[in-house]
C-alpha cells in the first residue's frame, strides 16, 4: 500500500501536480539525505520499500476537521488522503544524540479554511490553498512561521518572544498586533495589511516600512518596488466570513481567487479579456453562477461551463 502512494506521491511531484502539502513531504524527504546520498529509487521492490519506509518514517499524519464540501477527485489512497485538510508532523534529527524536534504544518484547500490556535494564544486564520508551517524552535527565543498563501493573524503581545513570518523572502514581524498576510506564490502582489498595533516589513536587504493600523504594504515581486495605502482593514479579512475583495486585480489573478474561494477554474481564449482589470467581492455564501454574474457584469462578458468545475468567460 504504501509503495503505490509513494509511487503517486512522487510521480504528482515530478509531473507539477502536486499540493503544496504534498512538495512540502518530498522536499523535506528529499533534505534528509546527507552529503548526496545515493537516494533510494522504484527501479524494484526492494527499493521502492527502503523509499516508502524512509519518507513515511518520518511523517506523522493527525486529522483536522472535515473540510465543509466533499468532492470524490479528492480522494486519495491511504494516507495521502488525510492531506485534504490535515495536521503534518514532520521530524527532523538535529546534529549528534540530540531528540527530535518538530515542526507542525497546517494546510488548507481550495474553498476551505482554518482557524488555529498556537501554543502561545496566538489565533490564526488561514485561508483557502494555503500553508503555514510553525517552525521546531517556536517560542524558545523567537516566534518563527513560514507561510504561503494567506492568514490573519492575532498575535499575542510577548515582549521578550518576536512574532516573525517568513513569506518568499519577506520578513513581517511584531511583538503583539492583529495584521493580514496575502502572500499566494501565483500573484505578483505581496500584502501585508495592519489592523491594531505596529508591524514591520522587510527583505534581507533592508527595512520596506513600518505600519500602523490602516496601512497596508504592497510588494510587487517583479520590480520590488513598495507602496504604503490607506485601507479598511476589515474589507482585506473579510474572507473569514467568505467574502473575498478583488481590487483592481488581472483576469490571472482574478482566476486564482476565484480558484481558491470557490474551487472553480476561470479561463479564457480571448486576449482583450486577459488583459482586463476586475474590482468586486467574492462571495462563497453565494452560488458559483451568482458569482460569475458579478464576475460578468463589470465588462459585459458571457459565461460556459466547459467542464464540470471549469469556466470560460468570452464576449
Same mark, same amino acid.
Given at each position: 500500500?504504501?509503495?503505490?502512494?509513494?509511487?503517486?506521491?512522487?510521480?504528482?511531484?515530478?509531473?507539477?501536480?502536486?499540493?503544496?502539502?504534498?512538495? %512540502?513531504?518530498?522536499?523535506?524527504?528529499?533534505?534528509?539525505?546527507?552529503?548526496?546520498?545515493?537516494?533510494?529509487?522504484?527501479?524494484?521492490?526492494?527499493?521502492?520499500?527502503?523509499?516508502?519506509? =524512509?519518507?513515511?518514517?518520518?511523517?506523522?499524519?493527525?486529522?483536522?476537521?472535515?473540510?465543509?464540501?466533499?468532492?470524490?477527485?479528492?480522494?486519495?489512497?491511504?494516507?495521502?488522503?488525510?492531506?485534504?485538510?490535515?495536521?503534518?508532523?514532520?521530524?527532523?534529527?538535529?546534529?549528534?544524540?540530540?531528540?527530535?524536534?518538530?515542526? &507542525?504544518?497546517?494546510?488548507?484547500?481550495?474553498?476551505?479554511?482554518?482557524?488555529?490556535?498556537?501554543?502561545?494564544?496566538?489565533? &490564526?486564520?488561514?485561508?483557502?490553498?494555503?500553508?503555514?508551517?510553525?517552525?521546531?524552535?517556536?517560542?524558545?527565543?523567537?516566534?518563527?512561521?513560514?507561510?504561503?498563501?494567506?492568514?490573519?493573524?492575532?498575535?499575542?503581545?510577548?515582549? =521578550?518572544?518576536? *512574532?516573525?513570518?517568513?513569506?518568499?523572502?519577506?520578513?513581517?514581524?511584531?511583538?503583539?498586533?492583529? *495584521?493580514?498576510?496575502?502572500?499566494?506564490?501565483?500573484?505578483?502582489?505581496?500584502?501585508?495589511? &495592519? =489592523?491594531?498595533?505596529?508591524?514591520?516589513?522587510?527583505?534581507?536587504?533592508?527595512?520596506?516600512?513600518?505600519?500602523?493600523?490602516?496601512?497596508?504594504?504592497?510588494?510587487?515581486?517583479?520590480?520590488?518596488?513598495?507602496?504604503?495605502?490607506?485601507?479598511?482593514?476589515?474589507?482585506?479579512?473579510?474572507?473569514?466570513?467568505?467574502?473575498?475583495?478583488?481590487?483592481?486585480?488581472? %483576469?490571472?489573478?482574478?482566476?486564482?481567487?476565484?480558484?481558491?474561494?470557490?474551487?472553480?477554474?476561470?479561463?479564457?481564449?480571448?486576449?482583450?479579456?486577459?488583459?482586463?482589470? *476586475?474590482?468586486?467581492?467574492?462571495?462563497?455564501?453565494?452560488?458559483?453562477?451568482?458569482?460569475?454574474?458579478?464576475?460578468?457584469?463589470?465588462?459585459?462578458?458571457?459565461?460556459?461551463?466547459?467542464?464540470?468545475?471549469?469556466?470560460?468567460?468570452?464576449?
Amino acid at each position: 500500500m504504501k509503495q503505490r502512494i509513494l509511487k503517486r506521491l512522487l510521480k504528482r511531484y515530478h509531473n507539477g501536480t502536486a499540493n503544496q502539502a504534498e512538495r %512540502f513531504i518530498v522536499d523535506r524527504w528529499y533534505d534528509s539525505f546527507a552529503d548526496h546520498d545515493q537516494i533510494p529509487g522504484l527501479e524494484d521492490d526492494l527499493a521502492a520499500g527502503e523509499t516508502a519506509q =524512509r519518507i513515511f518514517g518520518k511523517i506523522k499524519f493527525q486529522r483536522l476537521t472535515k473540510a465543509w464540501y466533499y468532492r470524490p477527485g479528492y480522494q486519495i489512497a491511504g494516507c495521502l488522503a488525510l492531506l485534504s485538510a490535515s495536521l503534518l508532523v514532520l521530524y527532523t534529527r538535529h546534529e549528534g544524540n540530540s531528540p527530535l524536534q518538530h515542526a &507542525v504544518v497546517y494546510h488548507t484547500l481550495k474553498g476551505q479554511t482554518q482557524k488555529i490556535l498556537l501554543k502561545d494564544s496566538t489565533a &490564526v486564520w488561514l485561508n483557502a490553498n494555503s500553508t503555514m508551517e510553525v517552525l521546531p524552535e517556536y517560542a524558545k527565543e523567537t516566534r518563527q512561521i513560514k507561510l504561503t498563501g494567506e492568514a490573519y493573524f492575532d498575535v499575542k503581545h510577548d515582549q =521578550r518572544h518576536p *512574532f516573525i513570518i517568513a513569506t518568499q523572502g519577506i520578513k513581517t514581524q511584531v511583538l503583539g498586533t492583529s *495584521f493580514n498576510i496575502s502572500a499566494y506564490p501565483v500573484l505578483n502582489q505581496l500584502e501585508v495589511t &495592519v =489592523r491594531t498595533g505596529k508591524v514591520s516589513v522587510s527583505n534581507p536587504q533592508a527595512l520596506l516600512a513600518t505600519l500602523l493600523p490602516g496601512k497596508s504594504l504592497h510588494y510587487n515581486r517583479t520590480n520590488h518596488q513598495v507602496t504604503v495605502t490607506d485601507e479598511n482593514p476589515e474589507l482585506m479579512i473579510a474572507w473569514r466570513d467568505g467574502r473575498t475583495l478583488v481590487n483592481d486585480a488581472s %483576469f490571472r489573478e482574478l482566476a486564482e481567487i476565484f480558484s481558491n474561494t470557490l474551487n472553480v477554474k476561470l479561463v479564457s481564449k480571448d486576449k482583450e479579456i486577459n488583459n482586463l482589470q *476586475f474590482r468586486l467581492s467574492l462571495d462563497r455564501k453565494l452560488s458559483v453562477d451568482d458569482n460569475l454574474k458579478l464576475i460578468a457584469g463589470i465588462h459585459q462578458l458571457k459565461y460556459r461551463r466547459i467542464e464540470s468545475n471549469v469556466i470560460e468567460l468570452y464576449k
